[in-house]
C-alpha cells in the first residue's frame, strides 16, 4: 500500500511540474487581447506606434506628449491587462515633463508574436531604441512595475539611461515562485528567470525602488533583497507603510518620491 501511495505522489509531481513548465505563460502573463481597430481614448496628445522586431513579432506603444522639454519615460507595465486601461498611467507622469511611450508585451493588446524571455528583451530594447531615435539618451527614464521591473532592470544593464524606475519589483522569478510553490524545482522549471538581482550591478543609473509593506503578490521582502545590489550612492528607497502591490498609487508619498526622484539632480 505504502509503495503505490509513494508511486502515486511521484507521478502526481511529475504531471504537475510538466503542467507547469509548459503553461507557466498562464501563470506570469495575464493578457488582455484588443481588436487591430481598437480605438483608444486619452487625454492630451499621443499617437500610436508600431515597432516590427527582430524575432517575428510587431510591438505596439503608445507614445505621449506632455508638452515638456525634460526627456521621455520608458514604462513597463504589469502582467495583467493592455494599453488601454495602463495607458492611464501616463496621465500621473506627464505633468513632470517627461513624455510617456509605453508598450504592450507580445500576446498583449494589438502587439503580435511569441513570448520567450529573450524575445521580450529584444522588444524592450528596440522600445528603448526607439526613444533614442527621438531623444538623448541621457533624458530617458526606465520605469518598471511589477514583472515590467524584469524588463526594466535588464535594458538598464546594456545602456546608459538617465535614472531607473522599479515599483514592487523582485529579486528573480525563480526565487519569487519558490516562495509560492516551494514544492517545485524552479531553478529547472522557470523559462522566465529576469534575473534582476544579478542584472542591476550592470546598472549605473541613480536607481528608485518602491514598495508596499503590505504587497501580497510581491513580498516587501524581495525589494529590499534587490536593493542591496545597488551602490548606497545610486539608492532611493521608498516604502509605502500598508501599501499592497496594485494600490500603491493610492498614497501621497507615492506620488511625492516619483516626483521628488523625478526633480533630484542624484
Given at each position: 500500500?505504502?509503495?503505490?501511495?509513494?508511486?502515486?505522489?511521484?507521478?502526481?509531481?511529475?504531471?504537475?511540474?510538466?503542467?507547469?513548465?509548459?503553461?507557466?505563460?498562464?501563470?506570469?502573463?495575464?493578457?488582455?487581447?484588443?481588436?487591430?481597430?481598437?480605438?483608444?481614448?486619452?487625454?492630451?496628445?499621443?499617437?500610436?506606434?508600431?515597432?516590427?522586431?527582430?524575432?517575428?513579432?510587431?510591438?505596439?506603444?503608445?507614445?505621449?506628449?506632455?508638452?515638456?522639454?525634460?526627456?521621455?519615460?520608458?514604462?513597463?507595465?504589469?502582467?495583467?491587462?493592455s494599453l488601454a486601461g495602463w495607458g492611464h498611467v501616463a496621465e500621473d507622469l506627464l505633468p513632470h515633463g517627461?513624455?510617456?511611450?509605453?508598450?504592450?508585451?507580445?500576446?498583449?493588446?494589438?502587439?503580435?508574436?511569441?513570448?520567450?524571455?529573450?524575445?521580450?528583451?529584444?522588444?524592450?530594447?528596440?522600445?528603448?531604441?526607439?526613444?533614442?531615435?527621438?531623444?538623448?539618451?541621457?533624458?530617458?527614464?526606465?520605469?518598471?512595475?511589477?514583472?515590467?521591473?524584469?524588463?526594466?532592470?535588464?535594458?538598464?544593464?546594456?545602456?546608459?539611461?538617465?535614472?531607473?524606475?522599479?515599483?514592487?519589483?523582485?529579486?528573480?522569478?525563480?526565487?519569487?515562485?519558490?516562495?509560492?510553490?516551494?514544492?517545485?524545482?524552479?531553478?529547472?522549471?522557470?523559462?522566465?528567470?529576469?534575473?534582476?538581482?544579478?542584472?542591476?550591478?550592470?546598472?549605473?543609473?541613480?536607481?528608485?525602488?518602491?514598495?508596499?509593506?503590505?504587497?501580497?503578490?510581491v513580498p516587501f521582502r524581495f525589494g529590499k533583497e534587490l536593493s542591496k545590489n545597488v551602490p548606497k550612492e545610486?539608492?532611493?528607497?521608498?516604502?509605502?507603510?500598508?501599501?499592497?502591490?496594485?494600490?500603491?498609487?493610492?498614497?501621497?508619498?507615492?506620488?511625492?518620491?516619483?516626483?521628488?526622484?523625478?526633480?533630484?539632480?542624484?
Amino acid at each position: 500500500m505504502l509503495g503505490i501511495i509513494a508511486v502515486s505522489i511521484l507521478l502526481f509531481y511529475i504531471f504537475s511540474s510538466t503542467a507547469y513548465y509548459f503553461l507557466q505563460e498562464k501563470v506570469y502573463f495575464l493578457p488582455d487581447k484588443l481588436e487591430a481597430d481598437h480605438q483608444f481614448n486619452f487625454k492630451g496628445e499621443w499617437k500610436e506606434v508600431f515597432l516590427d522586431s527582430q524575432h517575428e513579432g510587431r510591438i505596439h506603444g503608445l507614445h505621449f506628449s506632455s508638452g515638456g522639454n525634460n526627456g521621455a519615460i520608458l514604462y513597463l507595465h504589469g502582467n495583467a491587462g493592455s494599453l488601454a486601461g495602463w495607458g492611464h498611467v501616463a496621465e500621473d507622469l506627464l505633468p513632470h515633463g517627461y513624455d510617456v511611450f509605453m508598450i504592450d508585451y507580445r500576446g498583449y493588446g494589438k502587439s503580435t508574436g511569441a513570448l520567450s524571455e529573450q524575445n521580450l528583451f529584444s522588444d524592450t530594447q528596440e522600445a528603448y531604441d526607439y526613444l533614442k531615435n527621438h531623444y538623448t539618451e541621457d533624458s530617458i527614464i526606465v520605469y518598471g512595475r511589477s514583472i515590467g521591473t524584469g524588463m526594466a532592470v535588464n535594458v538598464s544593464s546594456r545602456n546608459q539611461p538617465q535614472k531607473l524606475i522599479l515599483e514592487t519589483p523582485f529579486t528573480n522569478l525563480v526565487d519569487l515562485a519558490h516562495s509560492y510553490f516551494p514544492i517545485f524545482f524552479h531553478n529547472i522549471l522557470v523559462r522566465y528567470p529576469f534575473n534582476s538581482d544579478q542584472y542591476i550591478v550592470e546598472v549605473s543609473c541613480p536607481v528608485m525602488i518602491i514598495h508596499g509593506t503590505n504587497d501580497e503578490v510581491v513580498p516587501f521582502r524581495f525589494g529590499k533583497e534587490l536593493s542591496k545590489n545597488v551602490p548606497k550612492e545610486l539608492l532611493t528607497w521608498v516604502t509605502i507603510q500598508n501599501g499592497e502591490h496594485n494600490n500603491l498609487s493610492a498614497f501621497p508619498e507615492f506620488h511625492q518620491a516619483v516626483s521628488g526622484f523625478l526633480k533630484s539632480q542624484k
